[in-house]
């Protein structure tokens, strides 16, 4: 480790000389080094993303027999209420209806639900104003009101009156069978 | 004042190799080869479902594992991993593996309890809802949970391997307790009980648990012949498999790390042989 | 030294914050052209590897609580969920496991560094005590991080430690009691050590800044225990020691890997694995190994109270050091017979870790039984103990005070220079005849 150079060469530090800032071995060391806490930082972000068990409750399987004509079930999905509705025919006509109407966020009912599955609408229940879970038949359309601001949604989940921006959510999901759905 | 620090060293490294004499013996664990030992070390696939499948069939009447999910069945590592359902929850082998079982829960509409087939993201259930049903079905003795165990005995998978097949008939001269068994790999101190000559008490203790495993008990779906020394290696592999679910990814991580450590070390000392060569230090 | 500042601003921004607020010249002074001298060897690079651990463990730790339940019925749930759901969580807590046990492998090579040379004779005896402080902080620090993953092993080390307090004449059970905020180890305990625990590191880290701050007045000790006397005694500290300290560092980790990696469980003790039961007492409880020499001490003494004096005494001794060694010769490179004592004295410290992490009344010889002292067979590893610990403390009270007085030193450098420069076959640097003055 001891390199005795006596006096063969004058000291660089004391004649003020940088030694050899940019030598190519110090870049390959420097960019080396940049990689290892890169490498190291990714661990410490990722493990803020959802865990193992949240990821298992991210998707979730539901029985739709449950749900008797004309009547809604809440089931909790991704901590958020999720509103699972079968319509009756009325209320499918009533939407149908109104696609042309004027409406905040324009979507016609069958945008809303999967082909030929017009009686089973799936929404996220969470009023997309601030937040508050709207109550189901309430408000002029018969579809669902918002307690807290008074926005009124009709059969089909879409904003009518209120300070809601946007129709109630429908989430990502697929039929299983005729019976069952996977939300997620 | 030399002599004295040259006697205290000498002590010193003979004491070093000299191993402690507890009051407790037992016999060492069986050395055998594990698929997941050593550095390069993985998990075999087969082995972990055989061993899952012995701990259904026989430990799961006695055993819980409260921390190991039907979910992690199909992680990457697991016994039923399959790379085409990367979120095992949708895995429909591991669907299929929780269905079978029924699990505690309450009813949404009238909040009584009722039992339902489990769903991927249930933890296996438990055979007693709480200790005392535990000790009351099992003499007194608590069936210890399964999840960690591997962990949580030294010697780990070899210990738990040597235990289940290293039943043995008790030696003439040891009075075997009622509801106990004896066991030369279970640690105990049997010198109580022991009727012949003081300096042969034979090794090892009394354990709680009937031998759990016999030829055949479990039928293997890949046919393997289940003895008992395959019994117990598979159930130790998938408990150890269990405890360290990750152990093949800290595995990998660490090989790229070492190896990636190793080269930027060598990095290191370049830069600060290159640094250091005009300064006479 | 502490010169005044070499650090001209550049540009205008520099300029700008300089008079605002001088941080780039406080960094520039500090660590870019801090005057080092130049014969250091690898012993002082564990100062550099110190820093980057405290700072490594607090971020793991941060991390770590993000996901840690600190109640009794789900903290080792909690851990396990860690382990098993989240992403790299087995990593980060594997890390911050094994980082204990290696920043206490650190400061013990740190700590023999500055025993045997002298680093803590004057004008260095402030920074001294302050690493004393520093130790202290992070044995409380790494006790009651112990007891949060609330194993077997967490809470009957737990119970065996604060029991020691009660051992306090008068005010011992009151003080324990305070300290459970219970009757015994519960769930308050294990709730306060958690906020403790998340506490004490700051602590230490600000400590660790009036440590370099102290540093930094005297400048470092180095190799020859010679005072710098010029510039040409000195390189700047970047990248001189940047440099040296960064591939330090990185042949560090890689043991540090090889532990986190390939041998988690070495450290961790199995019965840990099994969540805590107040009504079974766990066959051998031992705590961490960085804690074995001083549990040697404690079991030494017969006498409760007797243990814990001794015990806190061990660490006591050390922060009166500086005014025990009558030395006037800093390095022991240039005392040969303090050498040979202070090398019994590294062996009576690892004597005494390996009897803390045996069961007292075991045979150190097996099978050799002889006569009893005091309750014990002389063929113990109580009495292995209480040899190695008479010796430690000898060394601190009876040794370092005569040595100084008695001995005849080897001739000490001019100064960190001379021995560099002259030639490797001939005599020792300088052939001065009498010890360096403490200057």
Redesign the interface.
Known sequence: MADTVAGDRPDPHVSGEDPSRRDFIHIVTGAAAVGAVAALAWPFIDQMNPAGDTLALASIEFDLSKVASGQQVVVKWRGKPLFVRNRTEKEIAEAVKDDHADMRDPQTDAERHKPGKAQWLILIGTCTHLGCVPTFGGGEYGGWFCPCHGSVYDTAGRIRKGPAPKNLVVPDYAFLSDTKVKVG | MLRKGLTLAALGLALIAGSAQAATTHLEPKDIHWSFEGPFGRFDKEQLQRGYKVYREVCSACHAMNLVYFRNLGQAGGPFYDPKYPNPNDNPYVKSLAKDIQVKDIDSETGDEIHRPATSADHFPAPFPNEPAARASNGGALPPDLSVIAKAREGGPAYIYSILSGYHDAPAGLEVPPGKHYNPYFPGDLSSFWSGPKDKVPEGGFIAMPPPLTNGKVTFDDGKPSTIAEEAQDVAAFLAWAAEPKMEERKRFGLGAMIYLLIFTGLLYASYRRIWRNVAH | MSGHSTYEPKTGIERWLDTRLPVVRFAMDTVVNFPTP??LNYWWTFGGILSMMLVFQI?TGV?LA??YVPHVDYAF?SV??I??????????R?MHATGASMFFLAVYVHIFRNLYYGSYKAPREVLWILGCIIYLLMMATAFMGYVLPWGQMSFHGAVVITNLIGALPVVGNAITTWLWGGFAVDDPTLNRFFSLHFLLPFMIAGVVGLHIWALHVPGNNNPTGVNVKS??DT??FH??YT??D??AI??F??LF??F???A??AL?A??N???ANPLVTP??IVPEWYFLPFYAILRAVPNKLGGVLGMFSAIGVLFVLPWLDTSKVRSMRYRPTAK??FF?FV??C??LG?CGG??PD?????GLTSFSVLGSDLNS?VW?SR?AAL?YFAYFLVVLPLLGLTETPLPVPESI?TP?????ASTPAGAVASPEKKG
């Open positions: 130049k014969n971020i991390v993000m996901h749930a396990e969920r382990m098993r759901d989240v992403n790299y969580g087995w990593l980060i594997y510039k040409e390189v700047p990248p001189y440099v040296k960064g591939f990185s042949v980790l890689i890997a090889f986190v990696f390939y988690p469980g961790l199995p019965d694995s099994i969540p066959a051998h040979l004592y019994l062996l009576a690892l004597v390996f045996k069961l075991d045979q150190v010889i097996p590893f292995l040899v010796y220079s560099v420069l002259s030639h490797p």
